[in-house]
């Protein structure tokens, strides 16, 4: 199903990924090591565990038959963040429970002989292998394996006994802090030396994903082939379109202007709501205002209740102009392209226990699923911190900085956080922690470039563009890039505009002047 909020395995639950897919499974074929590129929560997990079933032979795609027989062993880096502490023990025991478990399923003869290679203890013929007793033996002695003893135990089993092992990491910039490991090391020694090993890895196209597409002279994986996979997010039409289906097989319906619409009905009067002229722009205006406003109650995380009230009383629970906020707010949501959001949004009106909703449900909907979105993005952010920054109050302070939501120049910035610490920073100490940050991908520097029909609205060239460092995570990012610096210049315009506003959206007016917080 769609809306089922867990990572996709099969094929027929991943929407609109054949092309990244097949792509992925090309590469596996011919190539020791892919790598897949995506921001979070744009579904990378999803297709990664969906090709490694198709090439398990556990599920099947139209276009694509596997040369070879494969064993699928998926790693999640994330388990890292999870333990609070990066070190090799963790990583080894990963690899080699998640080895146990694919071998116990694809032959208990080449995993006899796995286990035979790490142990150096032969399992006779017709005994059932302990697997408890094996992890229970690797707790007592797990100094003696190292992370080449498994590889190379992997890869002498798939080739005595004919297939191919495919080794998936996930997040694999988290595998990369684990220390003494080099990652990189290891992958040019199964590129060159270890034939019967393939090698998925998936993450931001930072730190060592850097190393990997684009090494230097000095790094190991200079001169190889590393194949490339970038999972982009959703259009936002495509991500109506999920919405639809999800709706769908929630069974919810909607109740709108007095009529109860199935989800493909209100998905259409949301693609054909659309602001023009004038008054559009006025309107779009209006819109941002309560939008940032509506994400400060998110991230805040204050019960989005009271920002409903705020809204409904000031432009009528019954209003237009009401509506026209709710169409708007989907259709913004829907422009953030990650699949995720929506699913999660949906599940959340399915759990109210009713088929029929209305608009204030979605509103309440879309608000939960932002803020555990936006909750997960700070917790993984500080938990890094707190573990691996020799001064976390400092990175935490440029984190809380940014979470302002305004693009902010390297001065503004090093002033807010100075004022938070409540201390000097020298310029090399602030820029290298920015660096460090930007590194990690949590930090990027943007320059937006407004709307042409808005700079021309407020006859201000100078305002054409705006520049400053921004939370990079994918949802903060394009919530930050609405955040323009021209509330005042808008609110002119919507003066000088006022007597063309129908009488219905007059209350809107005030909506600059007085904000819910």
Not at 266 to 280: A, D, T, W
Request: contains cysteine; aromatic residues 8%; glycine residues 6%.
């Amino acid at each position: 199903m769609y809306s089922d909020p867990h990572v996709k395995e099969h094929v027929n639950e991943l929407f609109d990924r054949r092309e990244e897919l097949l792509k992925l499974l090309k590469h596996v074929e011919e190539l020791s090591i892919t790598v897949v590129l995506g921001p979070r929560r744009v579904g990378k997990s999803s297709v990664v565990k969906v090709a490694l079933n198709i090439l398990s032979g556990k599920d099947r795609i139209e276009g694509y038959r596997p040369r070879h027989k494969y064993v699928p062993i998926y790693v999640d880096g994330r388990k890292f963040i999870e333990e609070g502490k990066y070190s090799a023990r963790i990583l080894k025991k990963m690899l080699l429970y998640a080895a146990i478990e694919s071998l116990r399923k694809h032959s208990k003869d080449a995993l006899k002989e796995f286990l035979r290679l790490i142990t150096g203890t032969e399992v006779s013929k017709g005994i059932e292998v302990n697997i408890s007793i094996i992890k229970a033996w690797y707790e007592r002695r797990y100094s003696e394996v190292g992370m080449d003893d498994i590889i190379n135990a992997l890869d002498e089993v798939a080739g005595r006994y004919g297939f191919k092992v495919v080794l998936a990491i996930d997040e694999a910039q988290e595998i990369g802090r684990v220390k003494p490991l080099s990652l990189t090391a290891l992958l040019a020694r199964i590129h060159d030396n270890l034939h019967n090993i393939k090698v998925i890895l998936t993450g931001s196209y930072v730190g060592i994903m850097k190393r990997i597409l684009s090494p230097g002279v000095h790094d190991y994986m200079y001169g190889r082939t590393v194949g490339k996979v970038v999972i982009n997010r959703l259009s936002g039409d495509d991500i109506l379109t999920l919405l639809e289906l999800c709706m769908k097989e929630k069974g919810i319906e909607i109740i709108d202007r007095k009529r109860i619409l199935g989800p493909q009905e209100f998905i259409q009067e949301v693609r054909k709501h659309e602001l023009r002229g004038p008054i559009g722009l006025i309107m779009k205006a209006i819109f941002y205002a309560l939008y940032m406003s509506f994400i400060k109650h998110v991230i805040e995380g204050k019960d989005p209740t009271e920002f409903l009230h705020y809204v409904k009383k000031t432009s009528g629970a019954r209003s237009e102009a009401y509506r026209v906020f709710v169409l708007e707010l989907i259709r913004y949501i829907a422009e953030l392209g990650l699949p995720g959001l929506v699913i999660l949004t949906v599940n959340k009106l399915a759990v109210k226990g009713r088929r029929t909703v209305k608009l204030d449900d979605i509103i309440i909907a879309i608000s939960e699923a932002l803020n555990e979105t936006v909750a997960a993005v700070i917790s993984e952010v500080m938990n890094f911190i707190n573990t691996h920054m020799r001064d976390p109050e400092l990175y935490k302070a440029i984190m809380y900085a940014l979470s302002s939501l305004k693009p902010l120049s390297w001065s503004e910035l090093k002033r807010i956080v100075e004022a938070a610490l409540n201390r000097k920073i020298d310029d090399k100490t602030f820029t290298n922690a920015l660096r460090m940050l930007m590194d990690l991908g949590y930090v990027t520097k943007i320059k937006v470039e407004l709307p042409s029909e808005l700079t021309q609205a407020l006859e201000e060239k100078s305002v054409s563009s705006y520049s400053g460092y921004i939370l990079s995570d994918v949802v903060v990012e394009i919530i930050t890039r609405t955040y323009l610096d021209i509330r005042n210049e808008i609110k002119r315009k919507i003066d000088e505009l006022r007597p063309l506003l129908p009488k219905s959206l007059q209350a809107f007016l005030d909506l600059n002047k007085r904000s819910p917080g």
